[in-house]
């Protein structure tokens, strides 16, 4: 089963306007992060937003945010006034803590979005 | 700092021949690991290490092998390329001190296997 699944794999959004980019998990570790990394068309990953499972409010940084709604496990990253170089493609990853998780992380798809003037 | 450095950025394989991926950081990190990345795929753990001198298998290890000879260093090799691996390659890195810490990847390599 897929641990981690974003269902949109394009998304348009106008300049300025917020956008919502969804991620579902699956997990029976109690303690888990979940991270957004973004990777424009030069191809790195940069991380953005990080949310942990104990954490009480919802992550944010910036202009991005993260719409945790841990009994729907889902991970929803929001970019709001969105901006030409926000196009880019976008992952939603996770992090176990188990004891034999070693740090690794398991990514989603990814969705492209696509900022429009 | 360099943070994390792969090499190299480019390759072009023909199928048998073999080649070995760098990976480099310097930032002390006991993690590292190895991923690639296919369209519509998103990342995959290949193989991964958490310290000098061991390894383990990821999610897809078929046709790779690692080796962390020294605590920078993560090598990724391929014995016998196959034009299924062809593929960008993310070498990251990770700080076990907190779960919340962000890996930090390279570059990536993109290695065409024709």
């Known amino acids: 089963a897929q641990k981690i699944t974003q269902t949109q794999p394009g998304m348009f959004v106008q300049e300025k306007e917020a956008v919502t980019l969804d991620c579902t998990y699956d997990?029976?570790?109690?303690?888990?992060?979940l991270f957004w990394y973004k990777q424009p068309s030069s191809g790195e990953m940069i991380f953005l937003i990080y949310?942990?499972?104990?954490?009480?409010q919802n992550a944010t940084e910036g202009r991005y945010s993260l719409n945790f709604q841990k009994a729907r496990k889902s991970a929803n990253l929001v970019i709001s006034a969105s901006q030409l170089g926000d196009s880019a493609m976008y992952f939603c990853?996770?992090?176990?803590?188990?004891?034999?998780?070693?740090?690794?992380?398991?990514f989603g798809q990814g969705t492209i979005l696509t900022v429009h003037p | 700092n360099a943070g994390v450095t792969q090499t190299p950025k480019f390759r072009v394989l023909k199928t048998g021949q073999s080649m070995t991926l760098l990976c480099a950081q310097d930032?002390?990190?006991?993690?590292m690991y190895w991923y690639r990345q296919d369209p519509g795929m998103g990342l995959r753990l290949i193989h991964y290490s958490v310290g000098e001198g061991t390894t383990a298998k990821g999610e897809v290890p078929d046709g790779y092998n690692v080796s962390r000879l020294k605590k920078q260093n993560f090598l990724l090799g391929l014995e016998s390329a196959a034009p299924s691996q062809t593929s960008v390659y993310f070498c990251a890195s990770f700080s076990a001190q907190r779960l919340a810490n962000e890996q930090y990847f390279g570059p990536g390599t993109r290695l065409t296997v024709t």
């Open positions: 949310q942990g499972s104990y954490d009480q």
């Open positions: 997990t029976s570790d109690p303690s888990y992060g």
């Open positions: 930032m002390n990190h006991e993690y």
């Open positions: 990853a996770m992090r176990e803590a188990g004891g034999t998780s070693y740090g690794k992380l398991t």
